[in-house]
């Protein structure tokens, strides 16, 4: 991991993406948990990424910057107050597969 010393000369962008990569294997993924619309999780930080994350919903650009790694199709959808390095994302759950009401037959 870097020191804090010696990333007080690096430029902002440099200091970001070395904090981002020596934190990056701490960030937690929760279970997807669902409601009849969408499929939730979140994301725990390490409390020492929490000054990356901005006080408004995240891009998708913005969030995967930050070193979040998940599937197509997720969106950073609440900010969480009382703990800013939870992020909050959701997703429409897939279709399900059309039912004709008819039994299948087989040979």
């Known amino acids: 991991m870097t020191s804090a010393s010696a990333m007080v000369d690096m430029p902002r962008?440099?200091?970001e993406k070395q904090l981002i990569a020596a934190y990056r294997e701490r960030i937690r993924y929760s279970e997807k948990y669902c409601d009849?619309?969408?499929e939730y999780r979140h994301v725990i930080l390490p409390k020492e990424l929490k000054r990356l994350v901005p006080n408004r919903i995240?891009?998708?650009?913005e969030?995967?910057?930050i070193?979040?790694?998940q599937s197509l199709g997720w969106e950073h959808y609440m900010v969480h107050s009382p703990e800013m390095h939870v992020l909050c994302f959701r997703r429409?759950?897939?279709?399900?597969?059309?039912r004709s009401g008819f039994r299948p037959t087989y040979p």
């Open 13 to 15: 962008g440099q200091k």
């Open 36 to 38: 009849d619309t969408h």
């Open 58 to 61: 995240m891009s998708e650009a």
């Open 63 to 65: 969030w995967r910057g």
């Open 67 to 69: 070193g979040v790694q």
């Open 92 to 98: 429409p759950k897939p279709a399900a597969a059309p």
